[in-house]
């Protein structure tokens, strides 16, 4: 079962802005859970892209930016690259299923 | 450098069990969390477990319980996931990853290149 709703996919040109929406409830991020963001690019394993919600590990550029509020969050990607075409997840921890999920997963393509 | 590798592609019988296994180096092993998630072909990604490698916890998702087990060997350095009765949406792509904790919110850090698992007759 999906606990955590993203869109199928967002689109952008080369420099612009997108933004990734991640859709959860009461029980995992609305009950205070941080988000936290992977990257995965086809035929690879995914790649932690932000922890906590707003953080970036060491080596993922600033371009990459997380926000949380309420029961949703969003993953925004600016000055949109060629490279950052892939598969981006959100995950939570649920407390009603007591484990972690993950969400839908959204496809980023470059135009 | 924090390295997770992996076992090999296995093809197995629907009914069957197979084990994957995951070596860990870079880091000490039994002070992190490790856990295990899946990928069907063309789905999203689904977490399965983890075991805390420094006393052996375990904790399952409700969708795999009572048909997976996660164990770890310290002096290995290494963590495995053993999946029984499989059948054909089994079929996957098995990944170990590290895992950690920010605000009492665990999350994971480090991947391992996965271990494709086919389940066919």
């Known amino acids: 079962q999906s606990v955590l709703t993203q869109p199928p996919s967002v689109s952008g040109a080369p420099g612009q802005r997108v933004t990734i929406s991640c859709t959860g409830s009461s029980s995992n991020i609305g009950a205070l859970y941080d988000v936290h963001w992977y990257q995965q690019v086809p035929g690879t394993a995914p790649k932690l892209l932000i922890y906590?919600?707003?953080n970036r590990p060491s080596g993922v550029p600033d371009r990459f930016s997380g926000s949380k509020s309420g029961t949703s969050a969003s993953l925004a990607i600016t000055g949109l690259q060629a490279e950052d075409e892939a598969d981006y997840y959100c995950q939570s921890y649920d407390s009603s299923l007591n484990g972690h999920v993950f969400g839908t997963g959204t496809k980023v393509t470059v135009l | 450098q924090v390295q997770l590798v992996q076992s090999g592609a296995e093809v197995k019988k629907p009914g069957a069990s197979v084990k994957v296994s995951c070596r860990a180096s870079?880091?000490?092993?039994?002070?992190?969390?490790m856990h295990w998630v899946r990928q069907a072909p063309g789905q999203r990604l689904e977490w399965m477990g983890w075991i805390n490698a420094a006393n052996g916890n375990t904790k399952y998702s409700q969708k795999f319980q009572g048909r997976v087990t996660i164990i770890r060997d310290i002096s290995a350095s290494a963590a495995y996931m053993e999946l029984s009765s499989l059948r054909s949406e089994d079929t996957a792509m098995y990944y170990c990853a590290r895992g950690r904790e920010y605000n009492s919110s665990p999350y994971v850090d480090v991947w391992g290149k996965g271990t494709t698992v086919t389940v066919s007759s």
């Open positions: 870079g880091y000490t092993f039994n002070t992190y969390t």
């Open positions: 906590g919600n707003a």
